[in-house]
């Protein structure tokens, strides 16, 4: 029987790359196939978390496959049915704004634009720390989209951070069955979250 195939896309929220690659590592047990895709922040950015070196070393040894890292990698994906569902986790507030407003110009974002035309499921997890103002808005329109789903989300530190919204990654593997079965899992808001914070 063959596996399901998911696209497991980052973007730039660094603090909580971490928790995307426990969530990866739950999905690989679960017996899903990885395929790892970063947006050009992800890809290239060295910061206090992680370097882009390794960030891609992590990457490739949890899903044994090389990064998709640019346009032309991400854009056969829909044509070609390359993966049966498309994760964004993390998925920034820029992200989310550009998604809103159908800007695609990014490997992580293009890679969803390209998966959407089959009708198959993209999961995002937000973090942003504008996720109960500017970003609200966007948030609101992608849970309007057709076949797009979202983890659950809570507060992260709402006395230093009041604004800041994080999905809790470790719902992944359980929001993806769930969106691979055509629904959303409940309920989308939570109490708060652990601050990702080092």
């Not at 891609?56 to 346009?71: A, V």
């Not at 970003?135 to 507060?155: C, F, S, T, W």
Request: with cysteine; glycine share 8%.
């Amino acid at each position: 029987m063959a596996k399901t195939k998911v696209g497991f896309a980052l973007t730039g929220s660094f603090c909580t790359f971490t928790r995307a690659f426990d969530s990866m590592k739950a999905l690989k047990k679960l017996g899903y196939e990885i395929v790892p895709i970063l947006s050009y922040a992800a890809a290239k950015e060295d910061t206090r978390f992680y370097s882009h070196e390794d960030v891609w070393r992590i990457l490739e040894e949890i899903s044994e496959n090389k990064p998709l890292s640019t346009l032309s990698e991400v854009e056969p994906i829909g044509p070609k049915k390359l993966v049966d569902a498309y994760i964004i986790a993390p998925m920034t507030g820029a992200s989310m704004a550009k998604m809103a407003h159908g800007i695609f110009d990014t490997p992580a974002l293009l890679g969803a634009k390209s998966h959407l035309r089959n009708s198959r499921p993209v999961l995002i997890a937000p973090s942003t720390n504008d996720g109960l103002s500017t970003a609200a808005e966007n948030i609101g329109k992608i849970l309007g989209m057709r076949n797009v789903y979202i983890v659950p989300y809570a507060q992260d530190d709402p006395i230093h951070k009041p604004r800041s919204l994080v999905a809790d990654f470790a719902k992944i593997p359980e929001a993806l069955a769930a969106a691979l079965a055509g629904g959303q899992l409940q309920p989308i808001l939570l109490g708060g979250l652990k601050s990702v914070e080092k």
